[in-house]
C-alpha cells in the first residue's frame, strides 16, 4: 500500500499536480480523529466503533503518506532530508499500528460473533 502510495505521488507530480491543498483538510481531519479517541476513552462506544476509527485513522495516514512524499518531493531541499524522512516514517509507522488494530478488532469481533 505504501508503495503504490508513494508511485502515485510521483505520478502525480510528474504530471504537475500540486497536493499541497490536501494538508488542512488532513489535520482537521486528524483532530476529529484526537477527539473521538478522547471521547472514546471516557465513555467506550464498543468493537465496532474501534473498528470504525482504525479504518478511518488507515485512511487518514494514507493521505498522510502521499501529502508528505509530495512535500518530499517539492519543498524539502537536499540539506531538510532528515526532517522529511521522519515526518514519512511517522505516517508509515501510524498507519500500519491503526492497520494492526483495525485487524485485531476485526478479528475478535468475528471470533464472538460465530461462538456458540
Known sequence: MVVSLTLYTFWAAKR???????????????VVLILSAFIQIMFPLGKTSDMIYGCLASIIFCGYIVYDTNDLIKRYNYDEF???????????????????????????????????
Open 16 to 30: 504537475g499536480r500540486d497536493l499541497n491543498f490536501h494538508g488542512p483538510f488532513l489535520f482537521g481531519c486528524l
Open 82 to 116: 532528515i526532517l522529511a524522512a521522519i515526518c514519512l516514517y511517522l505516517d508509515i509507522l501510524n498507519f500500519f499500528l491503526h492497520l494492526l488494530a483495525l485487524y485485531k478488532d476485526a478479528d475478535r469481533y468475528k471470533c464472538r460473533k460465530f461462538t456458540l
